[in-house]
Each structure stands twice: as structure tokens, then as C-alpha cells.
């Protein structure tokens, strides 16, 4: 049942996101920490990792926020396009005009990436319409700027060069 008190609504979309953030920052100091020799305290930030996500998606539950596949899909789709239209351009524009090299980099890369998810939510939302699961083999992601591709890495990432070798599979 969705929250309907604006006080607890906005504490709980304000958790959700504090706690989502927290994830990703704490997956991102175990890579790290992992590089500089630590695997205990790498194992200690993926393991607090997932409790913050646990807090994530029992408040993003009590939001109502989650509802089935067909419609999860129409809310990836508006939020990559929101992201390819509207965030990213504005987002790179700014980092260009102040002269910000690195978040011009990051922007231009993540704006490539949601690009191609849209399309392939499209798709899985179209399967999924007609009560199918997608038809989708490897899906092969570059751990430098998020490209995506399907069935087979390119030779080269299109986006930032990294060998096709380098990508993470998900089968």
C-alpha cells in the first residue's frame, strides 16, 4: 500500500534515495579497495552494500513504487529517455562550458549507454506486452563507459576504445 502522507512520503523518497546512493558509493570503495589490496575491507563494503540496498527497495516498496514487469519497463523507458533528451545534454553543456574535462567525459559516455537502453527496454516491453521474456543472448557492458552490447562484444568499445575482451558478460 503506497504512503500517503506528504511528510512520510518525502522522508521515505528521501531515504530511498540516501540509501541508494550509499549502495553504489559503497560498491564503488570496494573496487577500490580491492585494487589497493584490501579484499576484507572490499568484503566489508559489498556486504553493507547490500544492506543499504535492502533499506533502498523496502522503501522504495513502501512507496508503491514497484509495480509489475510490463510496467517497470514503461518507467525504465521514460527514465533513459528523460536521461538521452533532457538530463545529459544539459548536464554536458554545462561541464563544456566550464571547462570541466572529466565531467564532460562522464556525461557523454553515460548519455551514449542510456541511449541503447531505452531501445532494449523498448524491446523487452514489447515481449513482454505479447507475455513473452525477451530474446536476448550475452549482454556484454564496458566497465569504462557503460556501452551496451547484445549476443557479442564490438572489437572496440564505439564509445571510449576499450577492447571488446574487456566487457563484462552477463549471461
Same mark, same amino acid.
Given at each position: *500500500? ?18 541508494? *546512493?550509499?549502495? *553504489? ?90 541511449? +541503447? ?44 576504445? +576499450? ?9
Amino acid at each position: *500500500m503506497p504512503v500517503e502522507r506528504a511528510m512520510t512520503r518525502k522522508f521515505l523518497e528521501d531515504a530511498f534515495a540516501g540509501e541508494s *546512493m550509499a549502495h *553504489m558509493k559503497y560498491l564503488i570503495f570496494a573496487e577500490q579497495a580491492e585494487k589497493e589490496g584490501f579484499p576484507k575491507v572490499a568484503k566489508l563494503f559489498r556486504a553493507i552494500a547490500y544492506a543499504e540496498f535492502v533499506h533502498a527497495k523496502n522503501h522504495f516498496i513502501a512507496l508503491g513504487k514497484l509495480g509489475k514487469t510490463e510496467e517497470n519497463l514503461k518507467e525504465a523507458i521514460a527514465g533513459e529517455t528523460f536521461e538521452v533528451e533532457e538530463m545529459y545534454p544539459v548536464y554536458k553543456n554545462a561541464a563544456e562550458f566550464q571547462g570541466e574535462k572529466e565531467a564532460v567525459r562522464s556525461t557523454h559516455y553515460a548519455l551514449e549507454a542510456e541511449k +541503447l537502453h531505452a531501445e532494449l527496454y523498448e524491446k523487452a516491453k514489447e515481449s513482454v506486452a505479447k507475455g513473452e521474456d525477451i530474446e536476448v543472448g550475452k549482454v556484454y557492458i564496458c566497465p569504462v563507459c557503460g556501452y551496451t552490447a547484445v549476443d557479442e562484444a564490438p572489437e572496440r568499445c564505439p564509445v571510449c576504445g +576499450l577492447p571488446g575482451e574487456k566487457f563484462v558478460v552477463f549471461e
